[in-house]
């Protein structure tokens, strides 16, 4: 198993502002994963972060608008840029641990996005 | 997309009883997966039941698998009113890195 710490977990922001999303494994992982969650939503994958690699992003979103960096094996940081009302969700991290000859993943508790 | 469709959208039951879910999805798959996530908070694994496997159990929950009709569902035997929370499944697509999540069943369980 993996346990995930991400923080901050609520936050209210200003239009345009930026805010970063730091995401903590209690292990080395090599996969792992950020999503957003609108309102009564399912996940969207926004993107993978494998370290030593740039971000692979998912259609529909770009570096500049959700930079992500990956400097080891136990942490990531997603930024949500320049944002907009429409940016407001649940952000959530995940990371992807191979268990029972499958791969599963481990969530963080999300950070609540709202911008005014 | 290769997002997962589940139903009911919503289920509300009395405590007691028993919930079933169900997911469809369109591609070939690895495995299938169901979350659990507790107002608007992380996702927890429940349970995962491969390709090749047609019914898992795991205490109170029971998941089946048709590949042929790309089906699964998640039955949650004697509701609990802590098992309150919305229900994901989700698709290891052979050949993707990712898991495709579905739409999500939001289950209440009335005491």
């Known amino acids: 198993s993996a346990v995930i710490s991400q923080k901050p977990s609520r936050d209210i922001c200003q239009r345009g502002t930026s805010l970063t999303i730091q995401c903590q494994v209690d292990?080395?992982?090599?996969?792992m994963f950020w999503y957003r969650q609108q309102p009564g939503q399912s996940l969207t994958l926004i993107a993978t972060?494998?370290?030593?690699?740039?971000?692979?992003?998912e259609s529909g979103f770009v570096i500049d608008k959700f930079p992500i960096s990956r400097p080891n094996l136990t942490f990531s940081t997603l930024t949500v840029s320049n944002m907009s009302p429409e940016d407001s969700s649940i952000y959530l991290c995940?990371?992807?641990?191979?268990?029972?000859?499958?791969?599963?993943?481990?969530f963080g508790a999300g950070t609540r996005l709202s911008v005014l | 997309s290769q997002q997962g469709e589940e139903d009911p959208q919503a289920l509300s039951i009395q405590e007691g009883e028993n919930a079933t879910m169900n997911c469809s999805y369109k591609?070939?798959?690895?495995?299938l997966q169901w979350y659990r996530q507790n107002s608007g908070r992380g996702l927890v694994h429940l349970i995962l039941?491969?390709?090749?496997?047609r019914e898992k159990h795991s205490g109170r929950l029971r998941v089946t698998l048709d590949t042929s009709k790309k089906s699964s569902s998640l039955l949650i035997t004697a509701s609990r009113a802590a098992d309150t929370a919305s229900y994901f499944c989700?698709?290891?697509?052979?050949?993707?890195?990712?898991?495709?999540f579905g739409t999500g069943t939001r289950l209440t369980v009335i005491p």
């Open positions: 995940s990371v992807e641990v191979f268990w029972d000859r499958e791969n599963i993943q481990y």
């Open positions: 292990s080395q992982v090599t996969m």
């Open positions: 972060a494998n370290q030593g690699s740039e971000a692979t992003y």
């Open positions: 591609t070939s798959i690895n495995n």
């Open positions: 039941i491969r390709s090749n496997e």
């Open positions: 989700a698709t290891d697509v052979t050949g993707a890195n990712n898991l495709f």
